[in-house]
């Protein structure tokens, strides 16, 4: 195994750092840069201190203009940005899928109700890549990479990696994201599925701050 240099400062010592596992992936290149590990968060705190090869910032409300944009601001990484899909349909998806492109973004990704029509009106005026979510075994994937969808995102909880293999099976090259789920072991098994690249859900700050509390008032105790 190539031995590969960790440089690490003193204030970033404790960054979170995605299981070393999912570099058993394959990896999808997007404009030049591969990846193979996605952080799951919106979370600007988290997202410029986690090691992930992108982001991919989805999250339950409403997609808007000036939270992509702070997104944006705070990666330094590839960003893969909900645009809805969901509750938000139609033109409006289009705009925000534009909006984010305009912002930088490295692509959009819509969400798993997302209509067939309204991933090709999408691909239409987008230049970036069209990730769209799988939940379920059942959904026409060729329909939805006929209608412009590039990239496979499977979350299907504990039915993830059965998706991903009954995917892989009948598509031996379209681009597979995945959740890993809570192991390095599930992370593994997703991987040999199919899946190209992994989503990683990392603890939230209020987490951190709880182990780090608790280190404090032991050290505040002695």
Known sequence: MTYIPDIKGNLRRHMIEVPEVIQKAS???????????????TDVAVIKN?????IIAVYPFTPQPAITSALAGAANVPMFCGVGGGRTTGKRVVNL??????????????????????IRAVSEVVDIPIII?????HRD???????GAQILNVSGASKTIDIVKKIRDANPYVPIIATGGPTEETILATIEAGAN?????PPTPGELFHDLMAKYREQLAE
């Open 27 to 41: 990896g999808i290149r997007v404009f030049g840069k591969l990846i193979k590990s996605l952080a799951f968060t």
């Open 50 to 54: 986690i090691n992930a090869d992108a």
């Open 97 to 118: 899928a534009l909006d984010a492109e305009f912002e930088g973004a490295f692509g959009v990704v819509l969400n798993a109700p997302t209509s067939n029509e309204t």
């Open 197 to 201: 690249a992994i989503t990683y859900t």
């Open 133 to 137: 979510t799988v939940v379920s075994e």
């Open 141 to 147: 994937i060729k329909a939805r990479l006929d209608a």
